[in-house]
């Protein structure tokens, strides 16, 4: 299970929205949006603190200018939720217990002889 991609600043618990390199044979720092990669020299960046990063001196800043957007679904996400919509669509899922008291069905004489167990017996 990956995590969202979070801010890289020090105790920052904001989602990266921005990433930030810096290209050091042209001492300029490069805010643009969340690259799909982690690479050397790059860090990710919440939406404040992206747009109020300041570059070391003589530095300059490029900054992407426009709306920063949330990361895309990733594959494991799009999984997760194609997993989700089957599970949902499954015709018989089990019933509560109590179920079976106020609504008793032929299905409950067959299936007296077993027991349910609990998921952390
Ligand atoms: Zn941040």
Do not use: K
């Not at 997760?80 to 949902?88: F, K, P």
């Amino acid at each position: 299970m990956r995590s969202p991609r979070r801010c890289s600043r020090n105790g920052c618990p904001r989602q990266a929205v921005a990433t930030l390199t810096y290209v050091y044979n042209e001492s300029t720092a490069v805010v643009g949006p969340l690259a799909a990669f982690a690479e050397p020299h790059t860090y990710d960046l919440c939406e404040p603190h992206a747009r109020s990063l300041t570059a070391p001196r003589g530095w300059d800043v490029v900054r992407h200018e426009g709306e920063f957007e949330p990361p895309p679904p990733t594959t494991d996400d799009l999984v997760a939720l194609a997993e989700a919509v089957r599970e949902a669509a499954r015709p018989v899922t089990p019933r509560p217990p109590e179920d079976d008291q106020n609504h008793p069905s032929p299905h409950t004489g067959r299936r007296g002889h077993l027991r349910v167990i609990p998921p952390n017996h």
